[in-house]
């Protein structure tokens, strides 16, 4: 058995923070425990590179959800990273960190010290904005901010313009003063390249002769000592069993996905569910694996008058074009998302907040069915306009079904279960049409190619989504923080209810998921949730 003060179990965008933090004095041995393996391939590194890793087993857990009601039976796909970063090396970068009010409500539900002005020090603390220090932003952080503004498509400028022909607000930093508003998006890239917690806060420390990491390995349950604390983990490698202790804390970093899994494993959760499973119940958490939230995420097609990145990507001799470019400058579509530009919006003009996200994107292409298709751009000319609701209120579930640690968890989103979530499907399709229509960029459209413009009642935009839709890969809330044991799962310092010894710090702590892309919010969590564990330590000390 080997020990250490910290046993950090997953090396996701939370757990390199973690890592970084912990080992920072000297003070303390922490071990980082990763499913996967290095994210040492190229394709980690090149913002474009995140197709190559969307249905690679490799390095993708590839979940699925079980039959969602409301979306006609489909099983929505769930990737979720499994590799050094995380979900981190393989998302689309897209930086954004949720509106202010997303924060103070976190704070209203019982959770002190999280309101937005408690978290923005730590934001501005993780990042490099490539505009330099401001109220809202740092200059000294690892993790590099950039936007993409003056690089964008001439198709994106033209949808930034149509939202000024209908009035609609213009934004120039969603990580401003405002969330509010159109725009193009800032990108978690330095050089080109992917800047995520795995290349900027793991890979310079990994010397540290206090850190170990071991990669490959599968974690199946928590270690608890007679007195029910938690005092390390079991696990296994390549049909090796081993088992890990922690001095001080276990620190459960899995994501949203993997976390309540691990606790139910344990025995922590709802007592019915761990018994119908076959788990023996260690402490009764009802609210382990419930209030999974997620952005559920539709796209309008259009073709397009003038070329497009459709026409770039599907040209070989393009693409050696913007490689050679890649390579010598850094620039061009490959360091770039290809959501380049969209905004936050009120859906109706009575909506308190902007309540719907857009994604504009220069490229059409149509998400594969089967992992053996890859994702390819539309035959033609082509754009599209993404949306999603900021807040949706459906709540869904993680549950494992048996105590086998290999078999997936079963995942239930139960997305579209609430008449508001209705309602936003239909005033984000509209506010699509609405844009669409304005004459910046409908005259440079050829034709909606779907829905298509049969699609005009409330009805027909709602059976597009029910079809079309899937997850935006946003999967947050199932080891919800609050002060009550029976509604959640850790309390404003992430500590478990009742189990000491153990913290979560990931994703599945929000109480609610933010506006936008959650990977900022993610590694914000995860710099507090740090902070917090060494100023628990030093008390201890001087106790």
Same mark, same amino acid.
């Given at each position: 058995?080997?020990?250490?003060?910290?046993?950090?179990?997953?090396? #996701?965008?939370?757990?390199?923070? @973690?890592?970084?933090?912990?080992?920072?004095?000297?003070?303390?041995?922490?071990?980082?425990?990763?499913?996967?393996?290095?994210? *040492?391939?190229?394709?980690?590194?090149?913002?474009?590179?995140?197709?190559?890793?969307?249905?690679?087993?490799?390095? =993708?857990?590839?979940?699925? !959800?079980?039959?969602?009601?409301? @979306?006609?039976?489909?099983?929505?796909?769930?990737?979720?990273?499994?590799?050094?970063?995380?979900?981190?090396?393989?998302?689309?970068?897209?930086?954004?960190?949720?509106?202010?009010?997303?924060?103070?409500?976190?704070?209203?539900?019982?959770?002190?010290?999280?309101?937005?002005?408690?978290?923005?020090?730590?934001?501005?603390? %993780?990042?490099?904005?490539?505009?330099?220090?401001?109220?809202?932003?740092?200059?000294?952080?690892?993790?590099?901010?950039?936007?993409?503004?003056?690089?964008?498509?001439?198709?994106?400028?033209?949808?930034?313009?149509?939202?000024?022909?209908?009035?609609?607000?213009?934004?120039?930093?969603?990580?401003?003063?405002?969330?509010?508003?159109?725009?193009?998006?800032?990108?978690?890239?330095? #050089?080109?390249?992917?800047?995520? !917690?795995?290349?900027?806060?793991?890979?310079?420390?990994? /010397?540290?002769?206090?850190?170990?990491?071991?990669?490959?390995?599968?974690?199946?349950?928590?270690?608890?000592?007679?007195?029910?604390?938690?005092?390390?983990?079991?696990?296994?490698?390549?049909?090796?069993?081993?088992?890990?202790?922690?001095?001080?804390?276990?620190?459960?970093?899995?994501?949203?996905?993997?976390?309540?899994?691990?606790?139910?494993?344990?025995?922590?959760?709802?007592?019915?569910? %761990?018994?119908?499973?076959?788990? /023996?119940?260690?402490?009764?958490?009802?609210?382990?694996? &419930? =209030?999974?939230?997620?952005?559920?995420?539709? *796209?309008?097609?259009?073709?397009?008058?003038?070329?497009?990145?459709?026409?770039?990507?599907?040209?070989?001799?393009?693409?050696?074009?913007?490689?050679?470019?890649?390579?010598?400058?850094? +620039?061009?579509?490959?360091?770039?998302?290809?959501?380049?530009?969209?905004?936050?919006?009120?859906?109706?003009?009575?909506?308190?907040?902007?309540?719907?996200?857009?994604?504009?994107?220069?490229?059409?292409?149509?998400?594969?069915?089967?992992?053996?298709?890859?994702?390819?751009?539309?035959?033609?000319?082509?754009?599209?306009?993404?949306?999603?609701?900021?807040?949706?209120?459906? &709540?869904?579930?993680?549950?494992?079904? *048996?105590?086998?640690?290999?078999? !997936?968890?079963?995942?239930?989103?139960?997305?579209?279960? +609430?008449?508001?979530?209705?309602?936003?499907?239909?005033?984000?399709?509209?506010?699509?049409?609405?844009?669409?229509?304005?004459?910046?960029?409908?005259?440079?459209?050829?034709?909606?190619?779907?829905?298509?413009?049969?699609?005009?009642?409330?009805?027909?935009?709602?059976?597009?989504? &029910?079809?079309?839709?899937?997850?935006?890969?946003?999967?947050?809330?199932?080891?919800?923080?609050?002060?009550?044991?029976? +509604?959640?799962?850790?309390?404003?310092?992430?500590?478990?209810? #009742?189990?000491?010894?153990?913290?979560?710090?990931?994703?599945?702590?929000?109480?609610?998921?933010?506006?936008?892309?959650?990977?900022?919010?993610?590694?914000?969590?995860?710099?507090?949730?740090?902070?917090?564990?060494?100023?628990?330590?030093?008390?201890? /000390?001087?106790?």
């Amino acid at each position: 058995m080997s020990s250490y003060d910290y046993v950090i179990v997953g090396a #996701g965008s939370a757990g390199c923070i @973690l890592a970084n933090r912990l080992t920072e004095d000297g003070r303390y041995r922490v071990l980082l425990i990763e499913a996967g393996g290095k994210d *040492s391939s190229f394709w980690f590194k090149i913002p474009i590179g995140y197709a190559m890793s969307y249905y690679n087993p490799k390095v =993708n857990w590839m979940y699925y !959800s079980e039959p969602e009601a409301e @979306l006609g039976g489909r099983r929505v796909y769930v990737p979720r990273g499994k590799v050094q970063g995380g979900s981190g090396s393989i998302n689309a970068m897209v930086y954004v960190r949720g509106a202010a009010t997303d924060f103070d409500d976190w704070a209203a539900a019982g959770n002190s010290g999280w309101s937005y002005q408690d978290v923005l020090p730590v934001f501005k603390k %993780l990042e490099t904005h490539a505009d330099g220090a401001n109220d809202w932003h740092g200059d000294t952080g690892p993790i590099h901010v950039t936007p993409m503004r003056g690089g964008t498509h001439r198709i994106t400028d033209a949808f930034l313009a149509a939202c000024g022909e209908l009035q609609l607000p213009v934004n120039h930093d969603f990580n401003g003063a405002s969330i509010e508003g159109g725009g193009v998006y800032d990108i978690n890239t330095r #050089g080109g390249r992917r800047s995520h !917690s795995s290349a900027e806060y793991l890979k310079p420390i990994l /010397a540290r002769p206090n850190l170990t990491v071991e990669r490959f390995v599968h974690v199946e349950q928590l270690a608890f000592d007679a007195t029910g604390r938690a005092v390390g983990v079991e696990a296994t490698r390549n049909g090796e069993r081993l088992t890990f202790s922690a001095r001080r804390e276990v620190i459960v970093a899995a994501g949203a996905v993997g976390s309540p899994a691990i606790l139910q494993r344990s025995g922590l959760g709802d007592g019915d569910v %761990l018994k119908k499973a076959g788990v /023996a119940v260690r402490r009764h958490l009802p609210a382990v694996g &419930r =209030n999974l939230q997620d952005h559920l995420c539709a *796209s309008f097609y259009y073709k397009s008058k003038i070329p497009t990145l459709n026409d770039t990507f599907s040209k070989f001799h393009h693409r050696m074009l913007m490689g050679l470019r890649y390579v010598l400058s850094g +620039t061009g579509p490959f360091s770039m998302s290809v959501n380049q530009a969209g905004g936050f919006f009120r859906g109706k003009p009575e909506e308190p907040r902007p309540n719907i996200q857009l994604y504009f994107n220069p490229l059409s292409y149509r998400i594969p069915n089967t992992p053996k298709s890859g994702l390819t751009p539309e035959p033609y000319s082509g754009y599209l306009i993404a949306f999603n609701s900021c807040r949706p209120t459906s &709540r869904g579930e993680i549950m494992i079904a *048996s105590p086998d640690s290999h078999a !997936s968890p079963k995942i239930m989103p139960h997305f579209l279960t +609430t008449e508001r979530d209705l309602d936003e499907v239909i005033q984000g399709s509209r506010l699509v049409r609405r844009i669409a229509s304005a004459p910046a960029i409908a005259s440079l459209t050829e034709a909606e190619i779907s829905p298509g413009p049969q699609a005009e009642s409330d009805e027909a935009f709602l059976d597009y989504f &029910r079809a079309n839709s899937g997850s935006i890969y946003h999967l947050c809330g199932t080891c919800m923080m609050g002060p009550d044991a029976e +509604t959640s799962v850790v309390d404003a310092r992430l500590r478990v209810h #009742g189990v000491p010894g153990l913290r979560v710090i990931d994703a599945s702590i929000f109480p609610n998921v933010t506006a936008g892309n959650i990977n900022a919010p993610t590694m914000m969590v995860a710099e507090k949730g740090a902070q917090m564990a060494l100023e628990d330590a030093r008390m201890e /000390a001087a106790a």
